[in-house]
């Protein structure tokens, strides 16, 4: 189908025409005419399957320009993750009146209230500077006539769930929820039978986590032959753009110094960085400016990278999702994509389970493991296993915050 059938505003062809959109995607198809006919959605979408402007455009459309307030507001894991939803809605709503506006931590306050008091109709927002923003600022919330919840599992997973309770609490007017979500943990299933009206849920591609264009392949190391494995495979494959996932910063760190010797243009991205450094390094990586990126799993949420060709874990990725998201980065809208996945002889109960469920047909490069006769699990594959204890994110309960002034971000 066509944005031109669907009775969009002649702006918003025309912004969209500048971004080379004619074709909606599949889940842009399933999900434009709930969204447009106001109805709340749970939709479950492949990684890098169009959802962000399947919710953007329909956000544009419904704007009133006449009202000086915002109208729709998108809740958002990361700084990163904002960013990239304000510029597609920027993108979309290039030709229109109406204005999009993103607050993030990390970030002065004061300039993004000034901003604010400009008008904004549409607020892309992390949860904790919103909050600090409703206690600090005379922002007001009660014109919000949708609310998007984005990787909704990921921000459940930050403890964000009293700060999204908060914020479901301050929409006073009747409006739509669309909640957007990689897994459905029971969490979400609660959230959502509790703040959602009769949600339509959409399951797509609930059968098959990994996108199709995207081949996976493996190869064992040993701790003598794992910096040299990575070489070799650069060396041979070329990527024309490659991030490689490490488990931790001070991994990263050492891996992206390595590289640096053997290699020209290789940045590092973690999230002990400072925000500005991390956005420039964002955009000179979606420039294709460079080359490999060394990155932590900061990195791997939701992020469009379009001209990634392939993700190697040099460590092997822990806990259930981080394999679809950091591979995710690749192979996005149907292009195609390598995932290089090293492990050890300790990981492969780990890779058993992992190539179980996310159905996955897997390359080896040299030896194919006996997987049929394994021993006992050794790791259980969750991030305490190898690291100790996940911290407790839990945030502060509203009555806490109140209480004390809101912690630097
Ligand atoms: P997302 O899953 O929202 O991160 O989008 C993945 C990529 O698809 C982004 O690069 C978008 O710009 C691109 N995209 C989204 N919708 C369309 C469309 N209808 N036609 C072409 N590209 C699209």
Redesign the pocket.
Known sequence: MK?TELGLKPEILRG?KD???????P??EVTFPHVLANRDIIAR??????????CAIPLVQSVDISLNEIQALILVPTRELAL?YVS?ISDIAKHTKVAPFAVYGGFPIATQTSKLAHGVHILVATPGRLIDLLYHSPLSLSEVRTFVLDEADEMLNMGFVTDIEFVLSCLIHEHQTLLFSATMPNAIKHLAKKYLTDPLTIELNADKIAPSSLIHCFKQIDRNSHFDSLVGFIEKEDPAQAIIFCNSRLNAIKLSDKLKGKFKSVDLIHGGQEQSRRTSLFNRFRANKVKVMVATDIASR???F?HTTHVINYDFPRGKEAYTHRTGRTA??GRKGTAITFYSRGDLNDLKELLRRNRIKPQWLGKEPDMDNLKKKRSSGNYSSKHGKRPNRQRPSNQKRKNNPPRKR
């Open positions: 944005f969209l971004i080379g959109y004619e074709d909606l995607t889940v842009q979408a492949e990684t890098g399957s169009g959802k962000t402007a399947a990239q597609a939701g992020l469009d379009s996005r809208m």
